[in-house]
């Protein structure tokens, strides 16, 4: 039965590896598709949008999709619509159905995202394995980029999607076998769902504060490099390194800082504060060192949002955590479209030293945001989402998975 588990569980990781590299590569690919559709910035930028529209309808509708249909009904339509999406886009469509293709790439990458979450979520050592799986997230980020340009070095870009999309096919199939097929609520979800979590202050507060860890996440990953070249008069080889130096913090926080904390007996509360308070803090050392500021503030940013989806759980009923997880990552969506999109306005206007005020008046909002929810969580015991079933059974000891 735990090897079940288990092996649930590695489909999780190896699904964020591929929604991360969807997301690495799309950096390198956009210079490419400007020059095949000949658009600019500008209308390229139009991709964002219609991505992030689909992956908040997605994450919005999951709790009635887990509700309805169950977990696996859930989790192979959204590794279905991610093949799809991938392989039609592999068809190079014209400009306008390639926006289309972004809604539905969106719609499941947001399905994809928030079952694996609220399945994490689920099982014991849940915040050690939500931290894992967000750090295979980070590898896959890494990885894309060398994917898209080892293939565009000999091939045209939408053969880097064929090549996503064909991933996701052994993903798909792993799913159908191995998630559980029950629905997690018999009640009408109109009346225990995405209703009932907009009207519980800890999941609106967790949507804010993963509103906002996402916009710092975003706008250091997308202006820092800008920032070190123009500001602080670094050479664009090395303030390359400086930008991978951060994603590779982000992804070993996730791998290494939850089981250090863990030692040291201090909770999710505890870690939560260590990461909060040691992000503002090196935004102060990116001041003063800005190529190692980078690589600590990314290794203290990590473990934030996989953390918070973690104590969902103990925020809500069994019944609503997969609606409350949907709720948290839609508000992860709306800060990654809107703070970057502000960073830049404000450094284009007043110029691109403010990036690092910014980013400390983010990281103080945080703690801002974390302090209630603490409050909240203090002598709360873990909730058990689910009843015990014959996948997860409590007297179970937990994996290390």
Known sequence: MRRNVDFTVLLAYAAFVLIGLSTGVSGVLLLSQMHDYGVDRAVIGITFFTGSGGFLLGS????????????????????????????????????????????????????????????????PNATNRLNRLHAFFGVGALLGPLLATWVTGFASWPIVWLVLGLAALPLVV???????????????????????????PAVLLGAALLAVYVGIEFSMGNWSFGYLVQERGQSEAISGYAVSGYWFGLTAGRFVLSPIV??????????????????????????LAPIAGLAVLGFFLGPIFPTTMAVTP??????????????????????????????????????????????????LLQLAVWWPMARGLDG??????????PLHDPKQHASPL
Do not use: D
Request: hydrophobic fraction near 50%.
């Open 314 to 363: 103990q925020l809500v009923e069994p019944r609503m955590v997969p609606s409350a997880i949907g709720m948290l990552n839609a508000g992860s969506v709306v800060g990654g479209s809107l703070m970057p999109w502000l960073a830049g306005v404000v450094a284009q206007g007043v110029g691109v030293w403010t990036l690092l005020p910014f980013t400390l008046a983010l990281a």
């Open 262 to 287: 863990a030692r040291l007996g201090l909770g999710t509360v505890g870690l939560m504060y260590t990461c909060l308070v040691g992000v503002a803090g090196s935004v102060g050392l990116t001041w």
């Open 60 to 123: 919005t509708t999951v709790g009635v999709l887990m509700s309805r249909f169950g977990t696996r009904a859930a989790v192979v339509a959204g590794g279905v619509l991610f093949l799809v999406a991938g392989l039609y886009t592999a068809t190079r469509p014209s400009f306008v159905v390639f926006l289309a293709v972004q809604v539905v790439l969106g719609y499941g990458t947001g399905l994809l995202e928030s079952v694996l979450n609220a399945h994490l979520a689920a099982l």
């Open 380 to 389: 709360v015991p873990p909730k058990n989402p689910n009843p015990p079933t």
């Open 174 to 200: 792993g799913f159908r076998m191995a998630y559980p097929s029950v629905a997690r609520a018999a009640e009408p979800v109109v009346a225990t769902g995405e209703r009932g979590v907009l009207r519980r």
